[in-house]
């Protein structure tokens, strides 16, 4: 696995630098590997690239020993508290085994990290698998068929959003919006990667999706006090909506969120719509 950062200017490895040195003195870690933007990209893009706020954070997989009694999210919760005012990260957490399994079974995602992503940290007890075969024509397939039903379910809960808009039920507006999201979300994760992780948390899906397309990154871009706002309300759906009173959603964020997660389901459309073309020529390359 490669190790060079030479292709990132002096200012990103040294932020590198000071997330594994977090990530090792909290959580103990196997390896950190960088993947993502940041992996393979040239120094004179940086330089020169203003990148949206969301897409430049560092994608890390950490990988922990086996003995480890935290759970992954616990883990990818102290991974990133304890980096959020330091350096920006987006952390994805397994146990070597896991890591390894997948890896040897050729699975999209975590084969790729394998051959072509950054090894930022070795603690040199356990060995990372060789990769399997992948098989892109089972990888096109999944991806369609995955996005297809994942998509599927998040425009059901724009629909029943845009019936509760017509209605003036403003919380149940946000609560549909925020499943609408999440499915989407989830939907953009498995087309690109095979994988994506079992959480609810919107921010989280946001951040993990953010670096397959500029667009993504803009609908909620958190990247002033208003935006933040915005997004903190449709955060809020998934609970307070529905569960407690002194909750407020108004007309006008209701109906803003509603333009929003519109437009992010047609950009996923758009998107994943090219990325299942780029698989079938990449499987039509290989048959």
């Known amino acids: 696995m490669n190790t060079s950062l030479t292709h990132l200017p002096a200012a990103r490895r040294q932020e590198l630098e000071t997330a594994k040195r977090i990530i090792v003195e909290a959580v103990r870690?196997?390896?950190?590997?960088?993947?993502?933007?940041?992996?393979?990209?040239?120094?004179?893009?940086?330089?020169?690239?203003?990148?949206?706020?969301?897409?430049?954070?560092?994608?890390?997989?950490?990988?922990?020993?086996?003995?480890?009694?935290?759970?992954?999210?616990e883990l990818q919760?102290?991974?990133?508290?304890?980096?959020?005012?330091?350096?920006?990260?987006?952390?994805?957490?397994?146990?070597?085994?896991?890591?390894?399994?997948?890896?040897?079974?050729?699975?999209?995602?975590?084969?790729?990290?394998?051959?072509?992503?950054?090894?930022?940290?070795?603690?040199?007890?356990?060995?990372?698998?060789?990769?399997?075969?992948?098989?892109?024509?089972?990888?096109?397939?999944?991806?369609e068929r995955d996005f297809?039903?994942?998509?599927?379910?998040?425009?059901?809960?724009?629909?029943?959003?845009?019936?509760?808009?017509?209605?003036?039920?403003?919380?149940?507006?946000?609560?549909?919006l925020h499943q609408a999201a999440e499915q989407i979300y989830q939907a953009i994760l498995l087309a690109f990667t095979g994988y994506k992780p079992t959480t609810h948390n919107l921010d989280k899906l946001r951040r993990y999706t953010n670096r397959f397309s500029f667009e993504l990154?803009?609908?909620?871009?958190?990247?002033?006090?208003?935006?933040?706002?915005?997004?903190?309300?449709?955060?809020?759906?998934y609970v307070d909506a529905r569960y407690k009173e002194e909750f407020v959603v108004t007309e006008a964020d209701a109906r803003l969120l509603t333009e929003r997660v519109k437009t992010l389901l047609d950009v996923a459309e758009r998107v994943c719509g090219n990325r299942l073309k780029s698989l079938e020529r990449q499987a039509a390359r290989l048959r």
């Open 77 to 143: 919760d102290i991974i990133e508290n304890r980096c959020r005012d330091v350096v920006p990260v987006t952390v994805v957490v397994h146990d070597i085994g896991y890591v390894n399994r997948r890896i040897a079974e050729g699975q999209y995602f975590f084969a790729m990290i394998r051959r072509e992503a950054i090894l930022l940290y070795d603690a040199g007890r356990t060995a990372l698998a060789k990769a399997g075969e992948t098989d892109m024509a089972q990888v096109r397939w999944m991806a």
């Open 148 to 176: 297809d039903r994942w998509h599927r379910q998040s425009r059901a809960f724009f629909r029943s959003a845009e019936f509760n808009l017509g209605t003036s039920e403003w919380k149940l507006v946000v609560f549909m």
């Open 217 to 237: 990154a803009l609908i909620f871009p958190r990247n002033c006090a208003e935006e933040d706002r915005l997004f903190r309300v449709l955060l809020s759906g």
């Open 29 to 73: 870690p196997e390896q950190i590997i960088l993947f993502g933007i940041y992996s393979g990209v040239t120094e004179a893009h940086f330089l020169s690239a203003q990148l949206p706020a969301g897409v430049d954070a560092y994608d890390l997989l950490v990988v922990t020993s086996q003995g480890d009694w935290r759970s992954d999210y």
